[in-house]
């Protein structure tokens, strides 16, 4: 996900034309898709490209929703518990992000063989992959149930086999299937459970204490499942 700033000429239900700013794209294909905040009101805007002419970009409206209650629905690996009274939460965080500074490194200076740079940042990856697994296992994500979730920045609802109740904080920790698969831990409040028969609950979280990184990357995951959406109506629509 790459950032710019523009200027909205127009707008109405079916299109928006933007004004570009010097430090646009050069090249912005139709087709592509492209996702406007509005940081007044916390919406956001997801289109897509129709054509360019030099700085004017016409895009055609695909949805619009609140940042924090744009959901998806997905099934991948969940653990969760009750948060015990005066239990010391901890801050939400990211599990995999062994090797990712060193992945991309330049050759330092010209006293390194190139080839010998690219063999020791190829080792510091496969070893890196090594750790997030060991880590994950470690978490107990590796070998996690997979359930049907609903997800979005400011919460999560699922079905459960525990009868939380409306006020418990919950720890969750989800394995997203990303690639390479991201693990994060996340707390929310129960806000809504309902009995679903056989001993199965649906719970329904809003998040606390989400940092921006761990709020940041549920965003573009919603937003890039949101897209496969997308791609997998037009394919049987084709």
Not at 177 to 183: M, S, W
């Amino acid at each position: 996900m790459q950032r710019y700033s523009a200027t909205v000429l127009s707008i109405d239900s079916a299109s928006i034309v933007l004004q570009l700013n010097a430090d646009s794209p050069t090249t912005l294909p139709p087709s592509q898709y492209v996702m406007i905040s509005d940081i007044r009101d916390d919406i956001d805007y997801f289109n897509e490209a129709i054509d360019r002419e030099g700085a004017i970009l016409r895009l055609k409206r695909m949805w619009t929703g609140k940042r924090g209650f744009f959901r998806v629905d997905d099934v991948f690996p969940v653990l969760y518990r009750k948060v015990n009274a005066g239990e010391h939460l901890l801050e939400s965080r990211i599990y995999t992000t062994y090797g990712e500074e060193t992945a991309n490194l330049d050759v330092p200076d010209e006293s390194v063989s190139p080839r010998l740079w690219s063999l020791l940042v190829d080792i510091n990856t496969k070893l890196g992959l090594v750790l997030e697994r060991l880590h994950l296992e470690n978490e107990g994500l590796t070998k996690a149930d997979s359930i049907a979730v609903n997800i979005s920045a400011s919460g999560l609802r699922f079905a459960s086999t525990i009868p939380f109740n409306t006020g418990d904080v919950v720890e969750v920790k989800m394995l997203l299937p990303t690639n390479p698969a991201v693990g994060i831990l996340v707390h929310g409040n129960a806000v809504r459970v309902a009995t679903l028969g056989n001993n199965t609950y649906e719970t329904s979280l809003h998040f606390v204490n989400l940092t921006n990184e761990v709020r940041d990357l549920i965003i573009q995951y919603t937003l890039r499942r949101q897209r496969e959406i997308v791609r997998r109506y037009r394919e049987q629509d084709h």
